[in-house]
């Protein structure tokens, strides 16, 4: 167990809708990254946030949006939903000022859309 | 583009240890080298990192070349709950982010 939880497990919307993933950090931890994993291959980075500021992002569009919360919660926005965003959506946390990359993943998030 | 290759799978007996390898020819003098492992569907997990020292822990051993070049994840005695893709992933870059490679696919036969 990591520690890292996310909300909702599985989730089913159509193209054009907005989705909201919840992902809650382990405590303690300063950063939170969301992945997305399409079938078969290996996650891509969406972004990073470290003290509630985006500092890190990947190769997405700005209708991919996130918040980090004091509380070591954390959201991704997906805005304007395309059949493509259909993957595994995964939340990691880790602490970066003792100088360690290790992150420590939730069980991910599926996320469908027709 | 990752900066590991790794061979995309690889089979290994239950009970026998199993050597996955990682070349990462560009890895810098301060890189650490992790590895992570994704069960069908689960979330990645953790295993290891090493600098330049052999490493080991409860789920594993990595072995570093002395050039640092390439590592060998061990798993001692291999169950078939092994059964995973295996990432050999450097630190992530100036943008923070962690760039996956295919991985390993390796299955534990009985």
């Known amino acids: 167990e990591t520690g890292v939880t996310q909300s909702p497990t599985h989730l089913i919307k159509t193209r054009g809708q907005q989705v909201t993933l919840r992902c809650s950090s382990q405590s303690g931890h300063n950063t939170v990254s969301w992945y997305q994993q399409a079938l078969g291959q290996g996650p891509q980075f969406i972004f990073q946030?470290?003290?509630?500021?985006?500092?890190g992002r990947g190769n997405f569009p700005p209708r991919f949006s996130g918040l980090q919360f004091p509380n070591y919660s954390s959201e991704l926005n997906v805005n304007a939903l395309e059949l493509d965003d259909s993957a595994l959506y995964l939340c990691?946390?880790?602490?970066?000022?003792?100088?360690?990359?290790?992150?420590?993943f939730g069980p991910g998030t599926r996320l469908t859309v027709l | 583009d990752a900066k590991t290759t790794q061979p995309p799978s690889m089979d290994c007996a239950e009970g026998r240890a199993a050597n996955l390898p990682c070349n990462h020819s560009?890895?810098?003098?301060?890189?650490?080298v992790y590895w992570y492992r994704q069960i069908h569907s689960q979330g990645p997990q953790y295993i290891i990192h090493?600098?330049?020292?052999?490493e080991t822990n409860e789920m594993a051993s990595l072995i570093i070349t002395e050039d640092r070049k390439s590592s060998t994840l061990i798993l001692p005695h291999a169950t078939l709950r092994d059964t995973a893709v295996y990432y050999c992933i450097l630190p992530p870059d100036s943008n923070y982010q962690l760039i996956w490679g295919a991985g390993t696919k390796l299955i534990i036969k009985p």
């Open positions: 990691a946390s880790g602490f970066r000022d003792l100088g360690s990359d290790t992150q420590y």
């Open positions: 090493g600098l330049k020292n052999n």
């Open positions: 560009t890895i810098s003098g301060n890189e650490y």
């Open positions: 946030y470290y003290r509630e500021e985006e500092n």
